[in-house]
């Protein structure tokens, strides 16, 4: 090779590297056809949702209205743990794993909720901020 194809075939190298890299930060960042981007259904539904929680269990709901609430966010929540598997988002098992983390600790704080079970409901609420945090510390940058 020449010192010019050598340079070429370097440069192609780098590019091709550069949109394998895009790709598999595109398949995190948003799905493959819908248009809402991961950040925003995190900071839409997610936060929303998973700060309404944490305020109503810290001192627990007081009456119906605010058990119904605390089951309203967390249905939102096991929701999302359906949504951020969809469209082509899911990179990998880290992933996948804390999706169905969030699925199950919503799902729990649900059932919880419609029992009026604070305890239990905290019990669950713990894995949905679990699941917050796996998949965080494996996809968010
Ligand atoms: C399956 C993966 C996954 C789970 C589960 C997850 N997140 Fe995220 N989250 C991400 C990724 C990826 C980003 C970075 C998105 C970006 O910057 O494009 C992010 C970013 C965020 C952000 C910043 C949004 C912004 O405005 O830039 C917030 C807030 C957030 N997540 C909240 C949460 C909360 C609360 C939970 C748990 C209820 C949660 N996330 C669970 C993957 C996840």
Redesign the pocket.
Known sequence: MTRATVRLFLAATAAAGLLVWGVATAQ??QGKMRKA????L??GI??A???GLAELLKAGPKNDEEWDTAACHASC?NE??YL?MDDGR?PDAD?AN??K??REGSEAVLAAAQAKDLDAARAGFEN??K??G???KA???
Do not use: D, I
Request: glycine content about 6%; some cysteine; charged content about 15%.
């Open positions: 995190v960042k981007a991961t950040k925003y995190m900071r997610n936060a949702h998973c700060g929540l999302m743990g951020l899911c992933w804390a999706a983390t969030l949905v901020t699941a917050c796996a998949c965080h996809h968010k940058k």
